[in-house]
């Protein structure tokens, strides 16, 4: 992998990935860009203890801009975009409309291809493991920075999910703060501990192999599962069986196999639904430790991937008990969903 550093017009951080080490990356950005002018703030919520981000400059963001318009293609043909090179393989830069940003954290945007007809699910294995190692590289430049606690890789894929852009990519979010959802994890990890001398992360993917009913993949590094209480419809969690905090830890093994693992994964969630109904809504989610607390080696770095679709042209909604309660009710049983992502293997 050949990593190339540069920055855009406007003062923003531009990173390319490239598989081959002999590929220039020196096209600059032409645009005439004003510096990026951000309102981003962390607000504090006593009741519940979480924070909030305000960032009122995010409605003034890109919204569905037709193909030929998109700002995640490269630029070509005289119009210019994020991307000033005419191709890419993996391009990663500073989000020019942040939910955080300065001392309130970072986001960045991870375009996967510069194809923006294909999914991830498209991608070669080649191409995917490109992806994996830009996260894993920007994973360990933003554990550098002081006011990034906790690292989140993810991509939203579907106009259900909220999209607003068809480009075929991610974000990675460095929170200035251990995320509600992490620290919920923490909380268990150090229970089960205490109470059982034993690693969580560890026991859950030793009771899902012993249990056998909700597996959906074996690798020799990894174990795809649809966990026992599942919140969403269909919704799969991705192990390491060799468990470490985050992902610069993984070995050459695990990363050899996660694409095969993951792009088989992306490609099933695409058929659960049947032959003729659109591509899968979804949101990929890697849970990494944070950085800088106690314990952070016992924590399992895992991927979890989920639809919102229910089933044929209906969606979850998270309506009262969900929103007004944080108390999930899943229609479809985790067995059920396990065995409906066995099938679509042959299909």
Same mark, same amino acid.
């Given at each position: 992998?050949?990593?190339?550093? *540069?920055?855009?017009?406007?003062?923003?951080?531009?990173?390319?990935?490239?598989?081959?080490?002999?590929?220039?990356?020196?096209?600059?950005?032409?645009?005439?860009?004003?510096?990026?002018?951000?309102?981003?703030?962390?607000?504090?919520?006593?009741?519940?203890?979480?924070?909030?981000?305000?960032?009122?400059?995010?409605?003034?963001?890109?919204?569905?801009?037709?193909?030929?318009?998109?700002?995640?293609?490269?630029?070509?043909?005289?119009?210019?975009?994020?991307?000033?090179?005419?191709?890419?393989?993996?391009?990663?830069?500073?989000?020019?409309?942040?939910?955080?940003?300065?001392?309130?954290?970072?986001?960045?945007?991870?375009?996967?291809?510069?194809?923006?007809?294909?999914?991830?699910?498209?991608?070669?294995?080649?191409?995917?493991?490109?992806?994996?190692?830009?996260?894993?590289?920007?994973?360990?430049?933003?554990?550098?920075?002081?006011?990034?606690?906790?690292? %989140?890789?993810?991509?939203?894929?579907?106009?259900?999910?909220?999209?607003?852009?068809?480009?075929?990519?991610?974000?990675?979010?460095?929170?200035? %703060?251990?995320?509600?959802?992490?620290?919920?994890?923490?909380?268990?990890?150090?229970?089960?501990?205490?109470? *059982?001398?034993?690693?969580?992360?560890?026991?859950?993917?030793?009771?899902?192999?012993?249990?056998?009913?909700?597996?959906?993949?074996?690798?020799?590094?990894?174990?795809?599962?649809?966990?026992?209480?599942?919140?969403?419809?269909?919704?799969?969690?991705?192990?390491?069986?060799?468990?470490?905090?985050?992902?610069?830890?993984?070995?050459?093994?695990?990363?050899?196999? %996660?694409?095969?693992?993951?792009?088989?994964?992306?490609?099933?969630?695409?058929?659960?639904?049947?032959?003729?109904?659109?591509?899968?809504?979804?949101?990929?989610?890697?849970?990494?430790?944070?950085?800088?607390?106690?314990?952070?080696?016992?924590?399992?770095?895992?991927?979890?991937?989920? *639809?919102?679709?229910?089933?044929?042209?209906?969606?979850?909604?998270?309506?009262?008990?969900?929103?007004?309660?944080?108390?999930?009710?899943?229609?479809?049983?985790?067995?059920?969903?396990?065995?409906?992502?066995?099938?679509?293997?042959?299909?």
């Amino acid at each position: 992998m050949k990593k190339t550093v *540069t920055t855009l017009a406007d003062g923003r951080e531009l990173i390319y990935y490239d598989s081959a080490d002999d590929v220039v990356r020196d096209a600059a950005d032409q645009r005439p860009l004003d510096a990026v002018s951000t309102s981003s703030e962390i607000r504090h919520d006593p009741l519940l203890g979480d924070s909030v981000a305000i960032a009122s400059h995010r409605q003034g963001r890109t919204y569905h801009p037709p193909a030929d318009e998109c700002p995640l293609c490269p630029s070509r043909e005289g119009r210019h975009s994020e991307i000033p090179d005419a191709d890419y393989d993996v391009a990663v830069f500073e989000n020019r409309f942040p939910s955080l940003a300065g001392d309130s954290g970072r986001c960045e945007v991870v375009c996967f291809t510069s194809d923006h007809e294909v999914s991830f699910a498209g991608l070669t294995e080649d191409q995917a493991a490109l992806v994996l190692e830009a996260w894993t590289d920007r994973t360990a430049d933003l554990a550098e920075l002081p006011q990034v606690a906790q690292v %989140f890789c993810f991509e939203n894929r579907g106009a259900e999910i909220g999209v607003t852009l068809g480009h075929p990519h991610g974000q990675i979010y460095g929170y200035p %703060f251990v995320t509600p959802r992490t620290e919920q994890m923490l909380r268990s990890m150090e229970t089960h501990r205490a109470e *059982t001398g034993r690693n969580l992360f560890d026991d859950v993917v030793a009771r899902e192999l012993a249990d056998g009913d909700r597996i959906v993949l074996e690798g020799e590094h990894w174990v795809a599962f649809v966990p026992y209480a599942a919140h969403w419809p269909y919704e799969v969690h991705l192990h390491p069986r060799r468990r470490v905090p985050d992902l610069r830890e993984l070995d050459a093994g695990a990363r050899t196999e %996660f694409p095969q693992i993951y792009l088989e994964l992306l490609r099933r969630f695409d058929r659960i639904f049947g032959p003729g109904e659109p591509p899968t809504p979804y949101i990929s989610a890697w849970h990494q430790a944070p950085f800088r607390v106690p314990g952070r080696e016992e924590f399992g770095l895992h991927l979890e991937l989920f *639809t919102i679709r229910r089933t044929s042209g209906k969606l979850k909604f998270l309506a009262g008990s969900e929103s007004g309660m944080n108390v999930f009710i899943n229609d479809v049983p985790p067995e059920a969903a396990a065995q409906r992502l066995r099938e679509v293997a042959s299909e």
